[in-house]
């Protein structure tokens, strides 16, 4: 059998199709070596195996077909010289880090420098194979090198082969015209260059030039101070217990509140190839503002703020602020009570044992269970309150229901009703039972200047008390403005204690900063203190003119009690299409 040839002769043979070579991207097998390996040179030459044995094998290693011109034109060189370095060639970082491949670049990287080294061997192979005639010297060629200058231009290698033929090993003059070449003129390093000088690391890639990656900037964008998406929250009531009712669906806000923070890109840093070209950072954009109804950018562009108060939603992609919450259904566990900045609609009823509060009005479509209804605008019930001695209904301005049953009301202008049946309500103003059936049954009703109704009492003779001249919701409000003030002494006085306790104990770097809280608190009571005595004195200040007062209705039955200031008058018989009103001179309630 004819042995298989090997070196520049096998290399020639295989270009002219003789004996075809593995192709270029694909390694040998480490297990297998060929008969021209181990045969030509009486001796085993390094296959890959042996290359792996030697060099410990990393992901930036090249990878080249030893049947290739490079490992062709390092054995022709092995022959000549004893105890060589099979080649090494490695994209690795830079020494400093400055430059570092990702992964997929690396990939790319490599496969561009092995294209570049095998036409490199290539062509130096092809001069070494010119035919020899006998008696003539070998052929003589300098050493050579070539510079393999990164795809992204943020590193250049030198890979360089010995001389053959006795000439003289590789100069600088040689390594800086192979830059020139390359146009590598920015980034070289000193220290890997006379590395390079010194040592003449054949068959290696060695890194002697890297410049600089472009920074990437930071694009825009925003900070949220409210969740996109709302969550309910569990609540504990007083005793430990898990109360559902305290959730709420509702993500109320106030006029100037942050919604989110705005913040503007920055610019990246732009870098430099080894080439002296400037890399440009990757454009930035700028911030994505969830900007909807109700919101604007405040005068410094750096906080997305609301421009009223209400109900914050995010909806197809932005902030939203309503000034009415659209409840579709019941208040019930489905909603948990209801605490807004604005008006509240609600399409159902209001479940026993659940509170709604808002700013502005509440409209109710269906009824009102025993539950607790607070609004400093109007509220108005479509269907009645059904309260079961547990309803409470309270108003800044008017109250207005179908009916009013089993509740207490408050209201700080008027109340209207087509019927009220035992129940408490109060009124600044005035009480108007005329439409529907227009009765009062029972309870009491308290009003500063007019009450009005078809019927007052019933003729079974059930009790019915009427007021006139008074201010039930500003009494009400003083009754609990009297309770906060008490509370708040209460406390400032146990604040005043635990002060004077520090005091006399001296100043203890521990203690300072419980003595600033107690004293900033102290300020704070201080500040409620006085704002509540001045509304007091505001409160006491209003007054009602009892001459102005008058009661109105078509029939008023026995057992019902009058009242207007300090006179009172008990309805002893029937009385029709009457009007009560008091007579200062006299001082007492006249009927007529």
């Keep these: 059998m004819e042995k298989k040839k090997t070196g520049l002769s096998g290399w020639m043979a295989a270009l002219s199709g003789k004996n075809a070579a593995q192709p270029a991207d694909t390694a040998p097998d480490p297990e297998v070596r060929t ?41 022709e060189w092995n022959e000549k010289e004893e105890d060589t370095n099979p080649p090494s060639l490695s994209l690795e970082n830079s020494p400093d880090d400055t430059v570092q491949f990702e992964a997929e670049e690396l990939e790319k990287e490599k496969q561009h420098a092995a294209e570049l080294l095998e036409r490199f061997a290539a062509e130096r192979l092809k001069k070494l194979s010119v035919p020899v005639a006998e008696g003539q010297d070998p052929i003589r060629l300098k050493a050579q090198c070539w510079v393999v200058v990164a795809q992204s231009g943020l590193a250049a290698w030198i890979f360089a082969v010995p001389p053959t033929g006795g000439e003289p090993p590789l100069t600088e003059e040689e390594i800086a015209e192979a830059l020139r070449k390359a146009k ?72 100037g509140d942050v919604i989110c923070d705005v913040y503007a890109p920055v610019e990246g840093t732009p870098g430099v190839m080894v080439t002296g070209q400037v890399i440009k950072p990757p454009p930035v954009k700028p911030a994505v503002l969830p900007r909807g109804s109700n919101t604007a950018l405040d005068e410094e562009g750096l906080h997305l703020v609301a421009t009223m108060s209400g109900h914050l939603l995010y909806h197809t992609n932005a902030f939203q602020v309503k000034s009415i919450l659209q409840v579709p259904g019941n208040v019930d566990y489905s909603t948990g009570n209801i ?49 079961d001695n547990k309803a409470l209904l309270k108003s800044k301005k008017s109250v207005k229901a179908k009916y009013l049953e089993n509740c207490v009301v408050y209201s700080g202008d008027c109340t209207f009703a087509d019927c009220i049946i035992n129940s408490e309500i109060y009124s600044d103003q005035r009480i108007s039972v005329l439409t529907g059936r227009g009765t009062i049954l029972g309870g009491s009703l308290t009003a500063a200047g007019q009450i009005e109704a078809n019927i007052i009492g019933s003729q079974s003779g059930r009790k019915t008390e009427i007021v006139l001249g008074v201010l039930p919701y500003v009494q009400k409000e003083q009754d609990d403005n009297r ?66 007062c008058r009661l109105e209705a078509g029939t008023i039955y026995p057992t019902t009690i009058l009242q207007i200031g300090a006179a009172v008058r008990k309805i002893e018989e029937v009385w029709k299409g009457c009007t009560a009103v008091y007579d200062s001179q006299t001082k007492d309630i006249e009927i007529f």
């Design 35 to 75: 008969e021209a390996e181990t045969t030509e040179l009486g001796e085993t030459l390094p296959s890959q195996e042996t290359e792996e044995s030697q060099i410990e094998p990393v992901t930036d290693r090249l990878k080249l077909s030893s049947q290739g011109p490079v490992w062709t034109l390092w054995r």
């Design 184 to 255: 590598v003129t920015t980034g070289l390093h000193a220290e890997q260059y006379q590395t390079l000088l010194q040592e003449r690391p054949y068959f290696r890639l060695c890194m002697v030039a890297w410049g600089v990656p472009a920074l990437p900037g930071k694009d825009g964008g925003v900070t949220d101070h409210y969740p996109r998406e709302n969550t309910r929250q569990v609540a504990l009531d007083e005793e430990g217990n898990v109360d559902y009712r305290a959730q709420s669906y509702v993500q109320t806000i106030k006029k």
């Design 339 to 387: 605490n807004f900045l604005g008006d509240v609609h609600i399409a159902g009823d209001v479940r026993e044992k659940f509170t709604v509060r808002a700013t502005g009005t509440v409209t109710i479509d269906g009824l009102v269970e025993a539950a607790t209804v607070e609004a400093d605008g109007d509220i108005i019930v479509t269907k009645g309150v059904l309260g």
């Design 483 to 548: 309770v906060a003030l008490e509370a708040l002494r209460k406390e400032l006085e146990e604040v005043n204690r635990q002060l004077n306790f520090l005091d006399n104990q001296g100043s203890k770097e521990e203690e300072n900063k419980k003595h600033a809280d107690l004293r900033l608190r102290k300020s704070v009571l201080a500040l409620k203190e006085a704002k509540l005595v001045k509304r007091q004195q505001e409160l006491m200040e209003m007054k009602v003119d009892r001459a102005r």
